[in-house]
């Protein structure tokens, strides 16, 4: 009797607490990566961040989702293929733009570098002559 009376809490509760576990699991995989993207973006430096690890967790979500055609399983975890794909692709644009300017930064230094340490005469940018 106690039971049913406590029906209009534990039915409310149940599913609040299905929607938070799938919340959990559709969004989880991607919050270990807000910090990373921050720092990449603060420091512009992706030194540390292998984007192996994109690429296979790419081929992976990419595969699941394959997968689901055929079978279907829950879908918060067709959801969190689908929100991995679009961290993994964020992830692998902003270092693909830090590691690129990072390399263009470091060649134009190195030119630079060499362009001023001849012997001789070096051509200035105004074009005026000067010597080392």
């Given at each position: 009797?106690?039971?049913?009376?406590?029906?209009?809490?534990?039915?409310?509760?149940?599913?609040?607490?299905?929607?938070?576990?799938?919340?959990?699991?559709?969004?989880?995989?991607?919050?270990?990566?807000?910090?990373?993207?921050?720092?990449?973006?603060?420091?512009?430096?992706?030194?540390?961040?292998?984007?192996?690890?994109?690429l296979?967790?790419?081929?992976?979500?990419?595969?699941?989702?394959l997968?689901?055609?055929?079978?279907?399983?829950?879908?918060?975890?067709?959801?969190?293929?689908?929100?991995?794909?679009?961290?993994?692709?964020?992830?692998?644009?902003?270092?693909?733009?830090?590691?690129?300017?990072?390399?263009?930064?470091?060649?134009?230094?190195s030119?630079?570098?060499?362009?001023?340490?001849?012997?001789?005469?070096?051509?200035?940018?105004?074009?005026?002559?000067?010597?080392?």
């Amino acid at each position: 009797m106690e039971a049913e009376g406590l029906d209009w809490l534990l039915v409310p509760l149940h599913q609040l607490v299905s929607w938070g576990a799938a919340a959990a699991m559709v969004f989880g995989g991607v919050v270990p990566y807000v910090p990373q993207y921050r720092d990449i973006r603060r420091t512009q430096n992706a030194d540390g961040f292998s984007t192996y690890v994109c690429l296979v967790l790419l081929v992976a979500n990419i595969l699941r989702i394959l997968f689901w055609f055929g079978r279907r399983f829950e879908s918060p975890l067709l959801w969190q293929s689908a929100i991995m794909i679009l961290t993994m692709l964020l992830m692998l644009k902003l270092c693909t733009e830090v590691r690129v300017a990072n390399e263009l930064n470091a060649r134009r230094r190195s030119f630079a570098a060499s362009r001023w340490c001849l012997c001789g005469p070096v051509v200035t940018p105004s074009r005026q002559p000067t010597s080392c």
